[in-house]
């Protein structure tokens, strides 16, 4: 079974910090999604990764793809109130191109 | 295109009752999910329809669940006997195809309260 783990759970900084989230996993994975969900909402897709060693920036957010393909992590640089939401990890097996396999996320407070 | 649409997006039942959710994907996306997303988690796969053809299903979705999409647009899930397990939020998303290429698109979910 791929399973997919977050850290932090949670994370409370202040405005205009830097912060790193990860996802970590035993296995590979033929991409890796990094989602964000509001209260009430369903999951947005901010990236997807697909070759390791990947990098990509998205304004403030820095996410990165290992190069083994079995984890990732989100930089965000200069944190905004507007950041805060729920941050998930998401990936797609090698077995099945259309389960994906989601983390159980970080809830990421940036106070003002 | 106004993304995808989920309703009710509030329900709440008592115990026993029967629930059906509808999804409508966006237009063109010829992939339809269903997931479901307890209180801090992430979301769990439940089914995977390609056009009409339901292709995959969870050992999550017991017989009491069932799921539908006819002529490949829009697709219902329906819960019969709901239990108080049943509470969570249960998402739909559609893709044009695979995730590395596509991306999902989620609705903002019909959350499901059991009593």
């Known amino acids: 079974t791929q399973l997919l783990e977050q850290s932090p759970q949670f994370l409370s900084i202040q405005e205009g910090e830097n912060l790193t989230v990860y996802c970590n996993s035993s296995?590979?994975?033929?991409?890796l999604q990094w989602y964000r969900q509001e209260p009430g909402e369903g999951p947005v897709l901010l990236v997807t990764?697909?070759?390791?060693?990947e990098v990509k920036k998205l304004k403030r957010l820095t996410f990165q793809f290992g190069d083994a393909r079995k984890d990732s992590s989100l930089h965000i640089t200069a944190a905004q109130p507007g950041d805060t939401g729920l941050y998930l990890c998401?990936?797609?097996?090698?077995?099945?191109?259309?389960?994906?396999?989601f983390g159980s996320g970080t809830r990421l407070l940036v106070r003002p | 295109d106004t993304g995808v649409s989920q309703n009710p997006r509030h329900k709440i039942t008592k115990r026993g009752q029967n629930v059906t959710f509808r999804c409508d994907p966006i237009?063109?996306?010829?992939?339809l999910y269903w997931y479901r997303q307890t209180l801090g988690q992430g979301p769990e796969f439940l089914t995977y329809?390609?056009?009409?053809?339901?292709?995959?299903k969870s050992r999550l979705l017991s017989d009491r669940f069932s799921a539908e999409r006819p002529k490949g647009s829009f697709s219902t899930l329906e819960i019969q006997r709901t239990e108080q397990g049943d509470s969570a939020m249960y998402l739909c998303?559609?893709?044009?195809?695979?995730?590395?290429?596509?991306?999902?698109?989620f609705g903002s979910g019909t959350r499901l309260t059991v009593v």
């Open positions: 296995s590979v994975f033929s991409s």
């Open positions: 329809f390609q056009n009409e053809a339901q292709l995959e």
């Open positions: 237009s063109e996306h010829n992939r």
């Open positions: 998303a559609s893709s044009l195809g695979t995730a590395s290429n596509y991306g999902y698109t």
């Open positions: 998401a990936g797609e097996g090698r077995d099945s191109s259309y389960k994906l396999i």
């Open positions: 990764v697909v070759t390791g060693g």
